[in-house]
Antibody
Framework: QVQLQESGPGLVKPSQTLSLTCTVS??????????WSWIRQHPGKGLEWIGY???????HYNPSLKSRVTISVDTSKNQFSLKLSSVTAADTAVYYC???????????WGQGTMVTVSS | DIQMTQSPSTLSASVGDRVTITCRAS??????LAWYQQKPGKAPKLLIY???SLESGVPSRFSGSGSGTEFTLTISSLQPDDFATYYC?????????FGQGTKVEIK
């Protein structure tokens, strides 16, 4: 079955760029029918959708983060990635990658990775 | 953005109880609503999509109902594995938004 796994640094300095990668296994990211998303959860808080990418490269971002977010896809590696620039302590969170059925819910999630922004 | 408000924020219940969680949207979202269960340190798990469709593999004691702006998640007979936090999420209109969560605790 399809599995997602996040990877990347657990500690990022303020003002730098947070970079995470999600590796998809058990299925092809190019198969269509799915958006590949990033979602975050601040410590002890609720969930915040960051944005998604389709295998073709089309994206949609949360307007509250749009100026700092870039999501890209590498179909040859079956991966998609998140870059969040100019981070502050407010970006400290658990970051999840997830598969979203087009026009439907998030049906598969990665285990999540904690990213702390601190000097 | 569409705001999603869940009630209650915390619910204390016993094994075997019937439990109902409510989610209200700030504007109509038709049936574009999902419910997730999250346990500490784990990723959310999809339970219900399109307001009332049960995700494959999810026990039938979970059910969802509603449309427009008011939705409910019902657990017909609470089991020990069900103590967790539950979130609703709308996908009618960008940006996708989640409720603040309802924690189901042991009474």
């Amino acid at each position: 079955q399809v599995q997602l796994q996040e990877s990347g640094p657990g500690l990022v300095k303020p003002s730098q760029t947070l970079s995470l990668t999600c590796t998809v296994s058990g299925g092809s990211i190019s198969s269509g029918g799915y958006y590949w998303s990033w979602i975050r959860q601040h410590p002890g808080k609720g969930l915040e959708w960051i944005g998604y990418i389709y295998y073709s490269g089309s994206t949609h971002y949360n307007p509250s983060l749009k100026s700092r977010v870039t999501i890209s896809v590498d179909t040859s590696k079956n991966q998609f990635s998140l870059k969040l620039s100019s981070v502050t302590a407010a970006d400290t969170a658990v970051y999840y990658c997830a598969r979203e059925v087009v026009n439907d819910a998030f049906d598969i999630w990665g285990q999540g990775t904690m990213v702390t922004v601190s000097s | 953005d569409i705001q999603m408000t869940q009630s209650p924020s915390t619910l204390s219940a016993s094994v075997g109880d019937r439990v109902t969680i409510t989610c209200r949207a700030s504007q109509s979202i038709s049936s574009w609503l999902a419910w997730y269960q999250q346990k500490p340190g784990k990723a959310p798990k999809l339970l219900i999509y399109k307001a009332s469709s049960l995700e494959s593999g999810v026990p039938s004691r979970f059910s969802g109902s509603g449309s427009g702006t008011e939705f409910t998640l019902t657990i017909s007979s609470l089991q020990p594995d069900d103590f967790a936090t539950y979130y609703c999420q709308q996908y009618k209109s960008y940006s996708w938004t989640f409720g603040q969560g309802t924690k189901v605790e042991i009474k």
